[in-house]
């Protein structure tokens, strides 16, 4: 998953999915290139200057670069394509396979493979005669595309400085098409995440595609590449051998054959992004003539963001100084293009912000006062008030504060306990009260002027003792405290690190009572139901004994009449049955 919004051609982003929210980038990130938004980091393309800072110090792997390595297959596979390879890739091998890297890149398909050390060449003694016709001014060399996209979008005042004069890469690229043929595609290979930015801001596309070392090693896996199966070869080209020392600090300016003297100020070389700035700052007000060299990687190319190597800074400084000493001498040639370039306008139009804005901002994250402002960097930013700015530029969140995050949960934990239903009471080690909820005093009759005074003071500290003597780990139980004529569930810990025990008091008086009512309820509707059900027997014996008294009666009738009708059978009969129809009238 990308980041939101991704330019299918933006160089620089954010895998979203492996974002952690660390604000590491942020705090990396020269520029202030980039912004949180809904938790998540992204990559401002409007600021980035794909330097490649914040790919080689994310912990977590969450910042990447265009890969390109299908567009440079698709090239090969279509037609004649050369390579120009970054001098400083001598110092990710040994001496050994060094000379075998040609015999791989043809192996990869390229036509013609050659060292952008050509170009350098030819851009160091055409940066030397430019420096030559100002020697009053400032010249800022443009070999590195990243101080180049600093010096354009962030210090347009010192645009003027820079060297009219193209990368390294691109003249070696329009060299080749010039010797080649404008059908030949160029393919560069370098440390550089800002060279991919170059190529596309190139308005004559001298470069077709440029990868980094890291791709040239996945193309040798997929290519099954390897130098040991492989025989060596020269390259196509034989630059001249002080070119080769580009990658280093001050290599531009010994390949120009310009001298450097540390003790002078005339021509001064410096990498890594802080050192420039100093130097920058100090040649907006200068008034002599020098010329800077500046590498915006620590160290020069050699240290570049994807490099791909993790051999010390010290062995890859040997490394190139070997491949220099090893290597044929070339001759001095003459670019056979124009290497002139113009730089237009880039700096950066924001909309100015006030110090109201500033003002309020920190107000909100409870920093109005100096001294409530930590500037502890913890969000990315150096300062709080930067951090105000950034969120106002809404390239940052206020939940990026710690310290504000942090107030504003303990002010929701206050005001959970504060609101709680239920009694909380907090006693340090020596079951001292040090803070009471409304609810527990409403239970327990209390004011805050019991704080400082023994637990006992209101209930029974028997079990408080026994959960911070460590005898019981919980209490957990139901107590009836008679004073306050209260039935509470109690659940007594402690908290070992901060030295407190907690009390939180669950109200069960009225449910206790409505048990009792229910209970006696209960119990009267049960001696009730025995007394009807015996009275019901009762009444039912009695029944059973009238009828069969009733029974007898009736039988001794009928035996009666039985006799009086066997005397006269026809008078008698009818008497008696005008008896038992009285009998049963009257029923």
């Given at each position: 998953?990308?980041?939101?919004?991704?330019?299918?051609?933006?160089?620089?982003?954010?895998?979203?999915?492996?974002?952690?929210?660390?604000?590491?980038?942020?705090?990396?990130?020269?520029?202030?290139?980039?912004?949180?938004?809904?938790?998540?980091?992204?990559?401002?393309?409007?600021?980035?200057?794909?330097?490649?800072?914040?790919?080689?110090?994310?912990?977590?792997?969450?910042?990447?670069?265009?890969?390109?390595?299908?567009?440079?297959?698709?090239?090969?596979?279509?037609?004649?394509?050369?390579?120009?390879?970054?001098?400083?890739?001598?110092?990710?091998?040994?001496?050994?396979?060094?000379?075998?890297?040609?015999?791989?890149?043809?192996?990869?398909?390229?036509?013609y493979v050659a060292e952008?050390?050509?170009?350098?060449?030819?851009?160091?003694?055409?940066?030397?005669?430019?420096?030559?016709?100002?020697?009053?001014?400032?010249?800022?060399?443009?070999?590195?595309?990243?101080?180049?996209?600093?010096?354009?979008?962030?210090?347009?005042?010192?645009?003027?400085?820079?060297?009219?004069?193209?990368?390294?890469?691109?003249?070696?690229?329009?060299?080749?098409?010039?010797?080649?043929?404008?059908?030949?595609?160029?393919?560069?290979?370098?440390?550089?995440?800002?060279?991919?930015?170059?190529?596309?801001?190139?308005?004559?596309?001298?470069?077709?595609?440029?990868?980094?070392?890291?791709?040239?090693?996945?193309?040798?896996?997929?290519?099954?590449?390897?130098?040991?199966?492989?025989?060596?070869?020269?390259?196509?080209?034989?630059?001249?051998?002080?070119?080769?020392?580009?990658?280093?600090?001050?290599?531009?300016?010994?390949?120009?054959?310009?001298?450097?003297?540390?003790?002078?100020?005339?021509?001064?070389?410096?990498?890594?992004?802080?050192?420039?700035?100093?130097?920058f700052d100090a040649a907006?007000?200068?008034?002599?003539?020098?010329?800077?060299?500046?590498?915006?990687?620590?160290?020069?190319?050699?240290?570049?963001?994807?490099?791909?190597?993790?051999?010390?800074?010290?062995?890859?400084?040997?490394?190139?100084?070997?491949?220099?000493?090893?290597?044929?001498?070339?001759?001095?040639?003459?670019?056979?293009?124009?290497?002139?370039?113009?730089?237009?306008?880039?700096?950066?139009?924001?909309?100015?912000?006030?110090?109201?804005?500033?003002?309020?901002?920190?107000?909100?994250?409870?920093?109005?006062?100096?001294?409530?402002?930590?500037?502890?960097?913890?969000?990315?930013?150096?300062?709080?008030?930067?951090?105000?700015?950034?969120?106002?530029?809404?390239?940052?969140?206020?939940?990026?504060?710690?310290?504000?995050?942090?107030?504003?949960?303990?002010?929701?934990?206050?005001?959970?306990?504060?609101?709680?239903?239920?009694?909380?009471?907090?006693?340090?080690?020596?079951?001292?009260?040090?803070?009471?909820?409304?609810?527990?005093?409403?239970?327990?009759?209390?004011?805050d002027a019991v704080c400082?005074?023994?637990?006992?003071?209101?209930?029974?500290?028997?079990?408080?003792?026994?959960?911070?003597?460590?005898?019981?780990?919980?209490?957990?139980?139901?107590?009836?405290?008679?004073?306050?004529?209260?039935?509470?569930?109690?659940?007594?810990?402690?908290?070992?690190?901060?030295?407190?025990?907690?009390?939180?008091?669950?109200?069960?008086?009225?449910?206790?009572?409505?048990?009792?009512?229910?209970?006696?309820?209960?119990?009267?509707?049960?001696?009730?139901?025995?007394?009807?059900?015996?009275?019901?027997?009762?009444?039912?014996?009695?029944?059973?004994?009238?009828?069969?008294?009733?029974?007898?009666?009736?039988?001794?009738?009928?035996?009666?009449?039985?006799?009086?009708?066997?005397?006269?059978?026809?008078?008698?009969?009818?008497?008696?049955?005008?008896?038992?129809?009285?009998?049963?009238?009257?029923?």
């Amino acid at each position: 998953m990308m980041e939101f919004g991704q330019n299918r051609n933006q160089v620089v982003f954010t895998n979203r999915a492996r974002c952690r929210d660390c604000c590491r980038c942020i705090r990396v990130c020269p520029v202030e290139a980039i912004g949180i938004r809904d938790g998540q980091a992204y990559v401002d393309e409007r600021r980035c200057i794909s330097c490649g800072t914040c790919i080689r110090e994310c912990p977590q792997k969450a910042k990447s670069y265009r890969r390109d390595v299908v567009e440079a297959q698709d090239l090969v596979q279509a037609g004649r394509v050369a390579v120009s390879l970054a001098p400083s890739f001598a110092c990710l091998f040994k001496e050994w396979q060094t000379r075998r890297i040609p015999s791989a890149l043809r192996k990869l398909g390229f036509s013609y493979v050659a060292e952008t050390a050509s170009g350098a060449e030819w851009v160091a003694h055409q940066t030397a005669d430019y420096v030559r016709t100002r020697p009053d001014r400032v010249s800022i060399t443009s070999a590195c595309p990243a101080v180049v996209q600093y010096v354009l979008r962030y210090r347009p005042a010192l645009r003027e400085a820079l060297v009219p004069v193209v990368s390294p890469m691109l003249a070696h690229a329009r060299a080749l098409k010039t010797r080649l043929g404008p059908e030949f595609k160029v393919v560069f290979i370098g440390p550089c995440v800002a060279k991919k930015a170059e190529v596309q801001a190139d308005p004559e596309r001298s470069v077709d595609v440029a990868l980094t070392f890291e791709e040239m090693f996945e193309w040798f896996d997929m290519a099954h590449v390897s130098l040991a199966d492989l025989e060596e070869s020269a390259f196509d080209e034989r630059p001249d051998k002080m070119a080769r020392l580009f990658p280093l600090e001050g290599g531009s300016l010994k390949a120009a054959a310009m001298p450097i003297d540390y003790c002078e100020s005339q021509a001064v070389t410096v990498s890594g992004f802080e050192p420039i700035c100093d130097v920058f700052d100090a040649a907006a007000t200068l008034q002599d003539g020098c010329v800077l060299e500046p590498l915006f990687c620590s160290q020069g190319c050699i240290n570049g963001p994807v490099i791909g190597c993790d051999v010390p800074l010290f062995e890859r400084k040997r490394a190139i100084l070997n491949y220099l000493n090893t290597s044929d001498e070339g001759s001095r040639t003459n670019s056979p293009a124009d290497l002139l370039q113009s730089f237009a306008d880039e700096s950066l139009a924001e909309e100015a912000i006030s110090e109201e804005q500033i003002r309020q901002v920190l107000a909100k994250t409870g920093k109005e006062k100096s001294e409530d402002q930590l500037n502890c960097g913890a969000c990315g930013y150096s300062t709080c008030r930067r951090q105000a700015i950034a969120v106002l530029r809404q390239m940052a969140e206020p939940e990026m504060c710690v310290s504000y995050v942090r107030r504003m949960a303990q002010r929701r934990t206050d005001r959970i306990i504060e609101t709680s239903p239920n009694g909380i009471i907090t006693l340090d080690e020596h079951l001292t009260i040090l803070h009471m909820n409304s609810s527990f005093k409403r239970l327990f009759m209390c004011t805050d002027a019991v704080c400082g005074k023994p637990v006992s003071y209101l209930m029974d500290a028997d079990p408080f003792q026994k959960v911070a003597s460590g005898r019981q780990e919980l209490f957990d139980d139901t107590v009836h405290h008679d004073k306050y004529n209260l039935f509470c569930h109690e659940i007594i810990y402690a908290l070992r690190p901060e030295g407190q025990v907690v009390g939180i008091f669950v109200n069960l008086t009225r449910a206790v009572k409505h048990k009792r009512k229910y209970d006696e309820l209960k119990s009267q509707t049960v001696q009730q139901a025995h007394s009807l059900l015996r009275h019901q027997v009762e009444m039912a014996g009695k029944i059973a004994e009238y009828l069969g008294q009733s029974t007898a009666e009736s039988e001794k009738l009928l035996v009666n009449l039985m006799q009086i009708a066997q005397d006269n059978p026809v008078q008698d009969k009818q008497e008696a049955a005008g008896w038992l129809k009285d009998i049963y009238t009257s029923k």
